[in-house]
């Protein structure tokens, strides 16, 4: 079946993540997503070999592979008059453009949004950005790191009192490119009702800022800081995460303590606990946190996670695991919902990829196409736009394509 967005054709100008994910979302969509390559390449298609690890699989990269699958690539230099008139064209007939070149970058080529709205009124131009198009910044650089470094990521992770927190990369890139996507179904959308198109401009910050709102809430309105928790002492003591005999961890996750805390010490085998004044109401286990989680550390350490999950579900706990990543691309709940999903990659085989955080009962997500070898469709997008093969070769020895 065809996806919501069937029929949307996106041009995409992008390297490394955050604009890149966009168009992927956009494509697992069922939008047509041709990805424009310079003659060198998105440098993406090297970056495991640049930081030094997980190269891949039969010269495949994993990296590229994730944020690219369900595109077409041409490979252009717009540098050259005709690279520049093969381009144009392609965005006479396209209904998006994405991409997260600086914000200069673009007009200084002569393609910003000014100049390509005077070319197609109804174009979505998208931009995912570092820093947002406004404020004294906003031409500055980014990259993943710089995003959730600046917008309070690393210091609302961790312990209190401890370092800034060390994320994995490409959190901050993912959210980006999610959120530029969304914004660009938006604007389709206005699009629709209106008939025109709009400049959409999303960015590292903004969407990192939006996803801390809880957080960054308390600042902005109290002028108090939300602060770092640190286990040991968490203020709601069955609203935390324990370690098992087999050194596996899980979550207890109690926002009403009063209505659960006989639950908790029926599993826990302590009934005893119910009425200690120390832990007898939300207020006593507050002031006494410290000592209790003490008790229940020593408690959960006398029985294997499974085991206590066994307890758990017959007492009406609310739980969960804490799972590596490799845990979570084969947990079921996952594969079920295909947030984790299987593709037959047509040189890796049956692959696992990350899926879809969205589910349409009529038009489904899907995983059509793996990511494009460099400038493998150039010939097709160009017979498309009614180049003819003589007219290919011609391009190619003026050094326009490859």
Known sequence: MPGPLDGVKVVELTMFQQGPVCGTKLGDLGADVIKVEPPTGDPARGFMRIIGTMVGLKGRNYYFENHNRNKRSIVLDL?????????????DGADVFVTNLSIEAPIKMGIGPEALFERNPRLIY???????????????????YTGIGRSGLMMA???????????????????????????????LYVREKTGKG???????MGSIVSMLSLVLSA?????????????????NPIYNHYKAKDDKWFILAHLQPDRYWPNVCRALGMPELENDLRFNNIEARGANARELI???????????????????????????PIQSPREVVDDPQALANDY???????????????????DFSQTPASVRREAPEFGQHTEE????????????????DEKAIL
């Open 157 to 187: 992770c961790g312990e209190r009192g401890t370092p800034p927190a060390q994320i994995l990369p490409g959190l901050g890139d993912e959210l980006g490119g999610m959120v530029c996507a969304w914004a660009v179904c938006t604007a």
């Open 198 to 204: 709009q400049l959409v401009d999303t960015s590292l």
């Open 219 to 235: 600042p902005a309105i109290l002028g108090q800081e939300f602060p770092r928790e640190v286990r040991a002492e968490a203020g």
């Open 126 to 144: 998208a931009q995912a950005s570092g820093w947002g198009r406004k404020g004294p910044d906003a031409h500055g650089l980014s990259f993943d």
């Open 294 to 320: 003490a008790i229940m550390d020593k408690q959960f350490l006398t029985r294997t996670r499974d085991e206590w999950f066994e307890i758990f579900k017959k007492e009406g706990i609310i739980y969960t």
């Open 381 to 396: 997008i160009l017979l498309e736009l009614s180049y003819t093969w003589d007219d290919i070769t011609r391009l190619r």
């Open 340 to 358: 984790v999903t299987w593709f037959d990659h047509p040189v890796l085989g049956r692959t696992k990829m990350v899926g879809f955080p969205w």
């Open 79 to 91: 540098k050259t008059e005709r690279g520049m008139e093969i381009f144009l064209k392609l965005i």
